[in-house]
């Protein structure tokens, strides 16, 4: 059984920073990708993040380009999300996701493996 595990949220004041981290345990795959998805109350999941994890090649969404950065630590499966210059706007639960192919996609329905989720509140 695969398990996804986030910790790292909080609450922060605009223009301030967060890592979060997400911890991949149990059976792995042969070769995946991993993502990261926010979602506010009312609204649909979105992508921001993600990682092939082979190759670790990385994709932003747009509006969080040059301010997150996602990586991993391949020897001990766990991906990581640096936000930098947090808006108010990127408060959300912030979930991690993985899935057993080596293709990133934006799709949450792509997704089989999921995590509890982790508050980011920024404050303005």
């Known amino acids: 059984q695969v398990q996804l595990v986030e910790s790292g949220g909080g609450l922060v004041q605009a223009g301030g920073s967060l890592r979060l981290s997400c911890a991949l345990s149990g059976r792995t795959f042969g070769s995946y990708t991993m993502a990261w998805f926010r979602q506010v109350q009312g609204e649909e999941r979105e992508f921001v993040a993600g990682?092939?994890?082979?190759?670790?090649?990385?994709y932003n969404t747009e509006s969080v380009k040059d301010r997150f950065t996602v990586s991993r630590d391949y020897n001990n499966n766990t991906m990581y999300l640096q936000m930098n210059s947090l808006k108010s706007q990127d408060t959300a639960i912030y979930y991690c996701?993985?899935?057993?192919?080596?293709?990133?996609?934006?799709?949450?329905?792509?997704?089989?493996?999921w995590g509890q989720g982790t508050q980011v509140t920024v404050s303005s």
């Open positions: 996701a993985a899935r057993g192919v080596n293709v990133v996609t934006k799709l949450p329905t792509l997704y089989g493996y």
């Open positions: 990682i092939n994890w082979t190759d670790g090649a990385m």
